[in-house]
């Protein structure tokens, strides 16, 4: 077996490593109590040596990557949304031989299978570096402000779980609404994996040639039924699907076909579950996150922002500087990816600032490690896909 | 405004919520609080008491850390809402109404409302960069408002603290256990063990650890401070130099701004991923995308004028060195450094035409044109030459009969040309195209027949300098020290206090990590029978507590 | 406690004053930016040494005392070409009044240069700024670009753009030594 499908199978066998650990630590949770017990115990041990096992299974997935690639497998979309997933797991871990909370694997373990099986969606293959990354801090970097970025996601679960044991969801209030909100939003990311996977088994493909923005044509490969035709599309493939409605040549309608459907499957998912469970999500959630001491995932929360604030500035904003400076001949050029590098640095100044002069602490302290978490997420993926820039080489 | 006098005798400054001292509420408001706050450790940040001139209120304004958060948050959302839309310096254009009409044909109304708010150019602002001052001074008056008083009440402070001051920490326990001086000295081992600094008065202990780490928050607004200061000092003359420059291939050109520095492009390279040669895991993706750049790279002699010559001067060029200029691979001399950051490939250099007899194609010697340097003469075999009249580098059509050219970029060249011949000794003139030939003066004999050219790539270079880069370093280093001083360390405060009515009280502080000075305090408890403690925040544990009782 | 009022009062403007001066420094600068890296009316003429097309050298500071009307042009410049005859004119006028004239092309070939000055037969002094060296010490954009020298070296006027017969003879009046 060659190094590349190699490292494909230690990512498989991590992703289900994953998935199994999280139902060990339901089972802790379920059994533990205020005081420790000898069956926690049990599940929690045996919970925590599964994730060790596939994070160790993970690094070997990117260590052999690194190997069949020959450089960091940190360059294109699909590889670091990998490498972050995994580093949310390492986070968690760390998180995890401190505070000794299953409550915490209960709820990370599924964000990092998510976050992977997401990356998974994109192409997958070995990539050869564009001389602009072709460079050591290519590694420093990009690895530095992933681990940052994953210590910090650490908070948002912990202020997650924080709201949801807190937030009396028999009642009708902002909060129960926006709880609901994020696990409708987690879903449509299911949504997202399961559409892409469905239409790729079912091999769905159709061509369509269109005008861009700068009035030449071009070609453009549906991997999904286009919902939405690209400016003055073509159907190339034979009987290929007429687009339903057609976008102005700024609008990416591939981008938004594939939105489109995530949204679409997502909110099916949802219903369905509703229907079955006929209770909110958040609610079916509630009771396993009953027995987990607010006090402490309130300080969970703000020390992993505190253990991650630094190491976030240090990869994402002083490693960035030196290398643009290296590469592009200056330090800052307010290029979209380094802009919301600064707005998450800025974001978590103002959370430490909150908590520690205005003393903002519990639920309030929790929606902003939530709000963080989404500004993260949209500046790890929404600024690569949407916004134009130097980093959109994914 | 008054000092306030403890009743401990303390005299502390007017504004002091916590006597520096012994630590007594010292007015109402924090009398009625049930865990006090320890932010500054209750003392009176200067700002909040004076104020009655206008220097006064600037001042305060910018101390409140409440301004300086919305200022951030301000901040934050500009430079949000400049990522909607590229911004102009990404934008393929040079002049206000080209801009203009980008933002407009490529963005619509939206685009053109976006130019026209400023927004398109946000982070050059007035406003923009006003924000950034104002966090700038926000920074300089908070710290200094707020680090001195903390010096000075954590150097004050006493290792006997009154009771209401203990009885407000967040981690506190009384009782009456059967504690004795033994047991004290058990405390004060074990603390030390623990890497505590204990400090004892009488029946009371004072154990404290990473007090430095208080110093985190000031040492990180310090390296902010200076990293401003770097990005202000690139404002001066001579601190920061940006320039571009194209360099083609065989050409040497001065470096901009560099006093006597000149470049020669050797050669400009440029490679793609083959499959072939490159390893077979990179094949797919090659498949998928097309062609992948590899190298971006200009070949070239950096040579250094004599000493005090002028501009203009062109001989006694001293070579430097060579370099290959690659991506991530700047040419570094005096404080510059010279980037690849842009390529026009197959730029026409020379061209090679045949004289020829245009109805038999029988040709009469050929010659080649240097397009940087055209020669009036081309001397042929036997009797033929060719006299070039005129060039026109980018040639555009006649305007009155006079060819016109518009800029002196080979990009369509055409050429005013006399055939001799000794058929012809007086010339028969020609106007030679690519792909066409006019005969302005009549039907000729002979004809220019285009034979090849020969092209050259020009590389775009960026010129730097940044004499500022030390000081921004400075200053990231400074602010990285502070945010680790501050976030991987926590000041740890332990009191144990024997009372005279033979109660035993602990409390403890700490600003961050409160699980770490728990597991401490229980260590210490441990061995020396200290009475349990509540952590008076921890509601579940509170509330479970209460359960059990009500269940029993 | 009066004392230490005022102490305060003053230290508290003075650095507020420091402050707000250097920011508003910077962000008129950043402003002016453009502005500030081309040299302005008042600077120091940078010295240059060309070779003109009669292989003649042209060195700046020889012509101390006198006034250079400097010219830079291209031939492909459009205005440059039309206002090149009227500099022509004004050159046989003055050259005999202390005011030079001198005309640097911007990086053309000869054959270039000698076909433009044979078509419209011009006299005065003509270089050619071979490796852009001149042009970039006085940041030339756009063409036509005129400086005028005074007799001291100094700059005394930037035109940017056509000028007319009249104008140059003003401003050749303008750098005439008294």
Known sequence: ?394 | MDKIVCTCGNVNPAGTELCESCGRPLNDETKEKKIVDMRYEGSARRSQTYNKTIIDKVWNFFSSVKVGMWIIVAILVAAAIGTILPQVFYVPATNETDIAAYYERIYGTFGTLYYQLGLSDLYSSWWFQGLVGMLGISLVIASLDRVIPLYKSLKKQKTKRHISFLKRQRVYGIGKADVSEESLLKAEEKLKELKYNVKREGNAILAERGRFSRWGPYVNHLGLIIFLFGVMLRALPGFYVDETMWLREGETLYVPETHGYFLESKEFIYETYSKEESKEVYGEAIDRVGTIAKNYQTDVALYKGPEGAVAGHTEDLTFEKEASIQVNKPIKFDNFSVFQMDFRLDELATMTFQLQDKQTQQSFGEFTIDLADPQPIYELNDGYKVEVMDYYADFTGFEEGVPQSQSPLPNNPAFLIKMYSPEFPKGETSFVMIKETVEPLGENQHKIAFQSVETRDVSGLTVRKDLTLPLLALGGLIFMIGVAQGAYWNHRRIWIQLLEDGQTVIAAHTNKNWLSVKRDLDKVTDVAHLPKYLDQQDIDSLEEKVDKVEGV | ?178
């Open chain 3, 1 to 178: 406690m009066a004392q230490s009022k005022k102490q305060r009062f003053y230290m508290r403007t003075a650095i507020l004053a420091v402050l707000v001066v250097a920011i508003v420094f910077t962000v008129y600068s950043n402003l002016n930016k453009e502005k500030n890296a081309v040299l302005q009316v008042g600077d120091k003429a940078p010295d240059f040494v060309l070779v003109d097309m009669d292989g003649t050298e042209r060195r700046l500071s020889d012509y101390k005392g006198q006034g250079v009307f400097l010219n830079f042009w291209g031939t492909w410049c459009k205005p440059c070409a039309k206002e090149m005859p009227a500099m022509d004119n004004q050159y046989a006028e003055f050259t005999d009044k202390g005011v030079q004239t001198l005309a640097i092309n911007i990086g053309e070939s000869d054959l270039k240069v000698n076909s433009f000055l044979n078509r419209y037969g011009l006299t005065f002094p003509i270089a050619i700024d071979r490796n852009k060296s001149v042009m970039e010490s006085y940041n030339i954009d756009p063409l036509p670009t005129t400086f005028l020298v005074n007799p001291e070296g100094k700059i005394e006027k930037i035109i940017k753009g056509e000028m007319t017969e009249e104008d140059i003879a003003n401003f050749m009046d303008q750098i005439k030594p008294s």
């Open chain 1, 1 to 394: 077996m060659d190094m590349a499908s190699l490292s494909s199978t230690l990512l498989f066998i991590a992703f289900v490593a994953y998935l199994i650990a999280t139902f060990l630590f339901g089972g802790a949770v379920k059994s533990s109590n205020t005081q420790t017990t000898k069956s926690f115990d049990r599940w929690g041990k045996l919970a925590i040596t599964v994730t060790i096992l596939g994070f160790i299974a993970n690094i070997g997935y990117f260590i052999t990557r690194w190997i069949a690639a020959g450089h960091a497998p940190v360059s294109n979309l699909f590889e670091f949304t990998t490498a972050f997933g995994m580093m949310v797991v390492g986070a968690f871990i760390l998180i995890y031989f401190i505070y000794k909370t299953p409550a915490l694997g209960l709820f990370a373990l599924p964000i990092a299978v998510l976050i992977i099986a997401y990356a998974s969606m994109f192409p997958t293959e070995i990539t050869p570096l564009i001389p602009a990354l072709k460079s050591y801090w290519l590694t420093i970097h990009v690895i530095t402000a992933a681990m940052g970025e994953a210590i910090l996601a650490i908070s948002a679960v912990a202020g997650f779980i924080y709201l949801l044991k807190n937030i009396d969801l028999t009642k009708k209030s902002k909060e129960r609404f926006w709880i609901e909100a994020v696990m409708y939003v987690l879903v449509l990311v299911v949504g997202f994996v399961v559409s892409t996977l469905s239409f790729s088994l079912a091999d769905y493909s159709a061509e369509y040639s269109y005008i861009s923005k700068d009035e030449t044509e071009h070609n453009i490969e549906y991997t999904m039924p286009a919902l939405f035709g690209m400016n003055e599309s073509v159907a190339i493939t034979e009987g290929a699907l007429d687009p339903l409605i057609e976008m102005p040549p700024l609008v990416n309608a591939k981008k938004l076909t594939t939105v489109v459907w995530s949204i679409l499957i997502g909110s099916v998912i949802y219903l369905l579950l509703r229907l079955i469970l006929r209770k909110r999500l958040a609610t079916v959630l509630q009771p396993l996150t009953k027995k987990s001491n607010s006090q402490l995932m309130d300080e969970i929360g703000y020390r992993s922002v505190l253990i991650g604030f630094p190491v976030f500035t240090l990869g994402a904003l002083i490693f960035a500087m030196i290398w643009a400076h290296e590469a592009w001949s200056r330090f800052w050029g307010w290029d979209p990816k380094e802009v919301w590098a600064l707005i998450t640095f800025l974001f978590y100044a103002v959370f430490l600032h909150l908590r520690l002069s205005k003393g903002w602490e519990g639920k309030k302290s929790a929606w902003i490690a939530l709000i963080g978490f989404i500004i993260i997420m949209f500046n790890l993926i929404a600024v690569n896909l949407i916004l134009a820039g130097l980093h959109s080489y994914a």
